[in-house]
């Protein structure tokens, strides 16, 4: 499987706590952090919710 790099570019401050919690699922805590994950729907929906704070690097 492909994977993909996300960086995190927005602050989850006053945003929903589903938001949130979707951030560290994808493993992202902190501004301008990067993780690495496969290329799966799951993914690809988490990425959905959270568009306007990440950033598909590849």
């Known amino acids: 499987m492909a994977k993909i790099k996300i ?3 927005g602050s989850p401050i ?3 706590g589903d938001q ?3 951030l560290i699922g994808l ?3 902190k501004m ?3 993780s690495e994950l496969e290329d799966t729907p799951e993914v690809r929906g988490m ?3 959270v568009q306007h ?3 598909v690097q590849g």
């Open 7 to 9: 960086k995190q570019i």
């Open 14 to 16: 006053r945003r929903t």
């Open 20 to 22: 949130r919690a979707t």
């Open 27 to 29: 493993g992202l805590n």
């Open 32 to 34: 301008h952090r990067v």
């Open 47 to 49: 990425i959905r919710k």
């Open 53 to 55: 704070m990440v950033e």
